[in-house]
C-alpha cells in the first residue's frame, strides 16, 4: 500500500475534478511500479473507498462518487480486461435492482467493484423475486448484490430470502430505505448492507475472505 | 386560528397558536376509502375524498392532492407501475435514446387527459376547504425530472458533457413545468411543492448546483404565478443553504439527515423549515418514541416560527401504522402549543 501513498490523493484530485486523462495518466504510470490486479485491488480501491465515505460524511456528492467509479472503470479495463486471468478468483456475484428501474446505485457499485478487480454479472434492472431465483439457481450465483429504491420492495426481500432458503447464496443490501432505517437490513433476512460503494467493497471483500 | 392563519403566520416567521403539521400521507387515503392504490388514483373525486378523510382524522393543516412522482412522465408519455402496497413507481425510462432529446417537446397541461384528474381533485378541495385551510400542488422541477425521463446516469453524462442537450431538456422540462404549476394554481391550489431532489447535496456538488440547478429554479420559480416550497426529497441540503433562499421559495423541505436545529439557524428568518420526520423509521416508531422524537423537532425548530412539523420525503410510506399517525398529531396539539415549553429531561 505504502508504494502507492505519494499517488492517491493526486488520483482521488483527478478524479474529483473529473480530470479522466491525468487520473489515467497516473494509474499508467503506476504500472512501472505495481501489477495491474494490486493497482486495482489497493490503489483504485483504496481511491474510491475514501470517495465513498466522504459522501457517506456529507462531503461530496452522489454525481462525483458515480463519475470516479466509471472513469476507474474505465481505465481498469484497459490495463485489467475482463478475460485477464489475473483478475480476482472469486465465487460468482451478480448485481441487481429489485422491483424499479432506477440504475444508478447499482452502476456505482458495479464500477467500484470492477474498478476493484472483481467480476460480477450485471442483471439489471426491473427484476422480481421469481425472476432472481430462477437466475441464481441456473447461474450458481453465490453472492447477490440487491440495490432498491422503495421501502416496499425492500420489504420484500424477506420473501426472496425464503424462497432461497435451500440456496447458500449471500444477498447483500443497499439502497434509500436501509440508509433511513439501521434495522432494515436485518429485518428482512439480509446477510449484509452496504450503505455507499465504500461499505459494499468492505463486505464483498469480508466475504471473500470468507469473514461474512 | 384556522390551519391557512396558522400556516401564514409560521411563514412570516411569528409564531401561530400551534406547530403547524403537514402531514403528507398520499396513499392513506385510499386505505380510508377501502381502494387498491390503483383505483384510488384513478380518480380525482377519490383522492379529493381522501385527503378530506385524511385532514379530519389526523389534524392536518393543509391537503395535499399528490398523485405520484411519475405523474409527470407519464404526461409525456412514460410508464407507471402500480402495486398494492406503495407510490406508483416509474417504468423504464421514457427516452432511451439520447439523440432524441432534442426532439422533445413539451406536453400542453389543457390537452393532456391523466393530469386533468389532479386538477379535479384540487377543485373539490378548493371548494370544501373554504379558503381555511391550504391545498398544496405538485411539480417536479425541470432539473429533476429527467431522472424519471431518461435515467440518472444517462442525465448525469449529459449534464457533464452535453450542454447543448442539457439545455434544450431544461427548456423543455421548464416549459411544461410552470404551464403544470400554473394550472394547479389557477384549480385552486394555494402554493405549489417544488421537488428538487437531484438539486440537494446529497446529489450535486454545490458548484454543479451554482451552474444548474439553482440556475433553473431562480428561473421557474420566479415564472410560477403562487408561493412555492422547494422540496429536496429527503436530500441534504446545509451546504447549499445559502443559495437556496435567493431561489424565490418560501419554505424548504428538509432531511431527517440534517439536525433540524442546526438547519432552522441556517434558513432562520429566511425560509420556513418543513421537516424532518423520518418516514422510513415511523414505520416501526412505538407510542413513546413518536412522543420523544415529534418533541425533539418541536423543541429544537419550531420558536420563534417558521416551521412546519412534517416528514422529511414528502410522502408517507403506506406501511406506517394510524396509530404512529395519529400519536404524532396528538403530540403536535399538546406539546406543538406556543410558546413552547422546555421538555423535563
Known amino acids: 500500500m505504502d508504494k502507492f501513498k505519494f499517488i492517491i ?79 480476482k478468483n472469486q465465487p460468482k456475484m451478480a448485481i441487481a435492482v429489485f422491483e424499479d428501474y432506477h440504475l444508478l446505485g447499482k452502476r456505482i457499485i458495479y464500477s467500484t467493484l470492477r474498478a476493484s478487480g472483481f467480476e460480477l454479472t450485471d442483471l439489471g434492472g426491473g427484476l422480481t423475486s421469481e425472476n432472481l431465483v430462477g437466475i441464481i439457481k441456473k447461474e450458481k450465483i453465490k453472492i447477490l448484490l440487491l440495490s432498491v429504491l422503495m421501502l416496499p420492495s425492500a420489504l420484500r426481500i424477506k420473501e426472496l430470502k425464503s424462497k432461497l432458503s435451500d440456496s447458500d447464496v449471500k444477498i447483500i443490501v443497499g439502497g434509500a430505505p436501509f440508509r433511513f432505517d439501521n434495522n432494515l437490513w436485518k429485518e428482512v433476512g439480509a446477510d449484509g448492507y452496504g450503505k455507499d460503494s465504500s461499505e459494499a467493497l468492505e463486505i464483498v471483500n469480508k466475504l471473500m475472505e470468507g469473514s461474512v | 386560528m384556522t390551519s391557512m392563519e396558522r400556516v401564514l403566520t409560521t411563514l412570516s416567521h411569528k409564531e401561530p397558536d400551534r406547530v403547524p403539521l403537514f402531514l403528507l400521507a398520499t396513499m392513506h387515503g385510499a386505505k380510508e376509502l377501502g381502494m387498491s392504490i390503483k383505483d384510488y388514483f384513478a380518480k380525482g373525486e377519490n383522492v379529493a375524498e381522501g385527503q378530506l378523510r385524511i385532514n379530519s382524522k389526523y389534524h392536518t393543516d393543509c391537503l395535499y392532492p399528490f398523485f405520484y412522482a411519475p405523474l409527470e412522465t407519464e404526461a409525456f408519455g412514460g410508464d407507471v407501475i402500480f402495486t398494492d402496497d406503495g407510490p406508483p413507481n416509474s417504468g423504464i425510462p421514457l427516452i432511451k435514446d439520447i439523440e432524441k432529446i432534442n426532439c422533445l417537446q413539451a406536453p400542453k397541461v389543457k390537452d393532456t387527459k391523466v393530469l386533468h384528474k389532479v386538477l379535479k381533485s384540487i377543485q373539490l378541495l378548493k371548494e370544501k376547504a373554504k379558503g381555511e385551510t391550504p391545498i398544496i400542488g405538485v411539480v417536479m422541477s425541470p432539473f429533476s425530472l429527467p431522472v424519471l425521463q431518461l435515467g440518472f446516469e444517462k442525465y448525469l453524462d449529459i449534464i457533464h458533457f452535453r450542454k447543448d442537450m442539457f439545455n434544450h431538456l431544461m427548456q423543455v422540462n421548464q416549459e411544461f413545468c410552470i404551464d403544470w404549476a400554473n394550472a394547479q394554481l389557477e384549480a385552486g391550489a394555494t402554493a405549489i411543492c417544488y421537488f428538487d431532489p437531484v438539486s440537494s447535496s446529497t446529489i450535486i456538488p454545490r458548484e454543479l448546483y451554482l451552474e444548474t440547478g439553482l440556475q433553473i429554479a431562480k428561473q421557474t420559480i420566479a415564472q410560477i404565478k403562487g408561493p412555492t416550497a422547494t422540496h429536496f426529497a429527503s436530500g441534504n441540503c446545509l451546504p447549499i443553504s445559502d443559495l437556496v433562499s435567493q431561489t424565490g421559495t418560501a419554505v424548504v423541505g428538509v432531511s431527517s439527515n440534517e439536525d433540524i436545529g442546526v438547519i432552522k439557524n441556517a434558513f432562520k428568518d429566511k425560509l420556513t423549515v418543513l421537516g424532518n420526520l423520518n418516514g422510513v423509521e415511523m414505520r416501526r416508531w412505538t407510542r413513546e418514541e413518536t412522543h420523544r422524537i415529534v418533541r425533539d423537532i418541536i423543541q429544537k425548530a419550531a420558536p420563534s416560527g417558521g416551521f412546519i412539523l412534517s416528514d422529511n420525503h414528502g410522502e408517507i410510506p403506506f406501511q406506517v401504522p394510524d396509530e404512529v399517525l395519529l400519536t404524532i398529531s396528538e403530540t403536535v396539539q399538546t406539546f406543538g402549543v406556543y410558546p413552547i415549553t422546555k421538555k423535563q429531561q
Do not use: F
Not at chain 1, 478524479?15 to 504500472?31: C, R
Not at chain 1, 483504485?44 to 457517506?56: M, N, R, T, Y
Not at chain 1, 460524511?57 to 472503470?73: D, N, P, R, T
Open chain 1, 9 to 87: 490523493n493526486d488520483l482521488e484530485r483527478a478524479l474529483l475534478t473529473m480530470n479522466h486523462e491525468k487520473a489515467e495518466s497516473i494509474v499508467i504510470n503506476a504500472t512501472s511500479i505495481s501489477s495491474p490486479i494490486e493497482i486495482a485491488s489497493e490503489l483504485i480501491s483504496q481511491v474510491l473507498q475514501k470517495i465513498g465515505e466522504a459522501w457517506e460524511e456529507g462531503k461530496l456528492a452522489l454525481s462525483q462518487v458515480y463519475m470516479s467509479g466509471v472513469i476507474c472503470e474505465e481505465i481498469i479495463e484497459k490495463i485489467l480486461p475482463p478475460s485477464d486471468p489475473n483478475r
